[in-house]
């Protein structure tokens, strides 16, 4: 136990709405743990920022976050802003200023939720997804030139580096090893993109050679989509790269309940700089201020959050307590088939505690 700095970025929507949510709950926790503070310090980052000053956040906001020992981050999207400003200049900017490189998404069917699948079952969704997080097709690399002329070209180039593909293969073989099944479903597309996606298989092939405790099996992306569906129990940890995984990692998420559920971080894992923490639901403008945004995508991404901070134990508490309200099933929000409200979750989440 010790005292940890928060940096709260609540951002756009409903991330405003949660993100407080998600404070007040670890708070509630913190102040039934003598040896454990944390300190939050809020700022008003995001697209209303960027309507009146003209940046999403200043010049040395990454300096700033530096100076903190987690970031706790709410959604960014605006439908007065350009997605590509809200996104680039705010949660990209971070993730890649600060060498987040690996996206962590864990995918569980928690006690009393339902899932679309036939056969979802508890035993059936257990899924740790890995995402590359700094290159890919997210890289930036591209361009747009004859803008407004009939032979207008737009390009976005994916990057794929040995070192970027190699530290990202590591850190989920690493995590496949800790856990029971030991397997790790390697996710591609090379049969179709022949020259970056090739590098990342031939990568792929040499780090395993060190890992020969893990079990490793090679699936096209669109054929790993169709197993999360049709053969659920076969998955365990994945890994992907950043198109690719942000694309399963949304549909394992809605195949769990539902996406206002799923918890991430973007991790720098040699902590050289802080790490993020966001749910993964968006912004959602058409639900904002009516009360009605799961917190709970949110509270889950806390428990991350203080599972790498090295609090395993409240991290645990945390997460049981989301698990013990939706066993309940009294106080759900409506998107996982309740009627509860923001702050009605909040409040059961904290006597679960």
């Not at 709405?17 to 700022?43: K, M, N, R």
């Not at 400003?85 to 600060?98: F, M, T, V």
């Not at 995402?131 to 890919?136: A, L, Q, W, Y």
């Not at 989920?172 to 990342?200: C, E, G, Y």
Request: proline content about 5%.
């Amino acid at each position: 136990m010790g005292t940890y700095r928060i940096a709260a970025i609540p951002g756009d929507g409903i991330g405003k709405e949660v993100i407080a949510a998600g404070c007040q709950v670890l708070e509630h926790l913190a102040s039934g743990h003598s040896d454990l503070t944390l300190e939050f310090e809020v700022f008003p980052w995001g697209s209303d920022a960027y309507l009146e000053t003209g940046a999403m956040m200043p010049e040395d906001a990454l300096d700033t976050l530096r100076g903190f020992d987690a970031i706790y981050f709410g959604s960014a999207g605006d439908p007065r802003v350009p997605d590509h400003i809200s996104l680039w200049k705010l949660r990209l900017a971070i993730c890649q200023g600060l060498d987040q490189y690996a996206n962590i998404r864990p995918t569980r069917l928690l006690p009393g939720l339902s899932s679309p699948l036939k056969t979802g079952t508890p035993q059936t969704i257990d899924w740790f997804i890995v995402r590359e997080n700094s290159e890919g097709e997210y890289s930036g690399a591209g361009g747009r030139v004859h803008q407004a002329l009939p032979n207008e070209v737009g390009l976005d180039v994916s990057v794929i580096t040995r070192e970027g593909a190699e530290r990202i293969q590591r850190f989920a073989l690493d995590i496949a090893r800790a856990r029971p099944r030991k397997k790790l479903t390697f996710v591609t597309k090379s049969n179709a993109q022949r020259h970056a996606m090739v590098l990342w298989d031939d990568v792929f092939e040499e780090v395993t050679q060190d890992y020969p405790d893990v079990q490793t099996e090679r699936v096209l992306v669109d054929a790993m989509a169709a197993r999360f569906v049709t053969d659920p129990e076969s998955i365990d940890t994945v890994v992907a790269t950043n198109l690719h995984a942000d694309v399963l990692s949304d549909l394992a998420a809605a195949l769990s309940g539902s996406l206002g559920l799923a918890p991430t971080g973007n991790i720098n894992p040699e902590r050289e700089a802080p790490s993020m923490f966001e749910p993964i639901h968006g912004s959602a403008f058409d639900i904002m201020g009516h009360g009605s945004a799961n917190p709970l995508g949110a509270i889950w991404s806390a428990s991350l959050m203080l599972e790498h901070l090295g609090e395993k134990n409240a991290a645990t508490q945390l997460l049981g307590a989301i698990e013990r309200v939706t066993a309940d099933g009294s106080s759900l929000p409506r998107d996982l088939g309740g009627q509860a409200g923001t702050d009605e979750v909040t409040g059961t989440v904290c006597d679960a505690l």
